[in-house]
């Protein structure tokens, strides 16, 4: 006759030598990423977020996430900009470094060619124009230039694609910036609108 005792620790020895196998499989499966925190600088008034990630193994192999964020909107109230970085390397420094510059890369490719000067001159009253309207991706945006003596100035707002310009007052985005001419300064607005809606939508597609 079988001992049921015998077959019982005989039955106990399997499972514990599959439980091995089990978690000794899963540990020796396919490198796992690690990511680490962010680290935040600033570039020509821009935020620049950089998290390294280590995908363990012979050897570890670094890569990073790279974000921006344009001085009109700020990281704790807005996605971010996701800037497109593949590079990889062995060292955790040399990566950081890389996706460092592709991020200044991409801020000074949406920068203007003219300098930001400071706000309009207190004390005048400005004459307003008819706001000059258009959509960015799916996104209203309104600039209405004014004039100030020989400078042009003008206010900006958005609108995402839920509501309407009829309906809601809008999202006022930061600009500072004169100019000599009324065309220039037009641009210089919608490019400000357009870098906060950049900020603001998710980067997966729709």
Same mark, same amino acid.
């Given at each position: 006759? %079988? ?9 106990? +020895? +399997? ?6 196998? %089990? $978690? ?13 925190? !962010? ?6 008034? *821009? /935020? ?5 990630? %280590? ?20 990281? =704790?109230?807005?996605?971010? #900009? ?24 991409? #801020?000074?490719?949406?920068? $203007?060619?003219? !300098? ?8 005048? /009253? ?8 258009? =959509? ?15 400078? *042009? ?8 694609? =839920? ?7 809008? %999202? ?8 000599? =001419? ?14 906060? #809606? ?6 997966? !597609?729709?």
């Amino acid at each position: 006759m %079988v001992d049921p005792k015998r077959s019982a620790a005989i039955i106990s +020895l +399997l499972w514990s030598a599959l439980i091995v196998v %089990v $978690l000794g499989g899963c540990g020796s499966g396919a490198p796992r990423a690690g990511d680490q925190r !962010p680290v935040m600088t600033e570039y020509k008034n *821009w /935020i620049i977020s950089v998290t390294p990630s %280590v995908i363990y193994g012979s050897p570890n192999v670094w890569r990073a996430q790279s974000r921006v964020w344009p001085p009109e909107v700020r990281p =704790e109230t807005h996605a971010g #900009i996701d800037v497109s970085f593949s590079g990889a390397a062995v060292d955790r420094g040399a990566v950081e470094q890389a996706a460092t510059a592709a991020a200044r890369r991409y #801020i000074d490719a949406s920068l $203007l060619a003219h !300098p930001q000067s400071s706000s309009v001159p207190t004390g005048q /009253i400005p004459a307003d124009q008819p706001p000059v309207m258009s =959509e960015y991706k799916g996104w209203t945006i309104s600039v209405t230039p004014s004039r100030m003596q020989d400078a *042009w100035w003008a206010r900006v707002r958005v609108w995402p694609p =839920e509501v309407r310009p009829e309906t809601h007052p809008g %999202v006022g985005v930061r600009f500072s910036d004169t100019a000599a =001419e009324r065309s220039a300064v037009e641009q210089a607005a919608t490019a400000a609108a357009r870098r906060y #809606i950049d900020a603001s939508v998710s980067v997966h !597609p729709r």
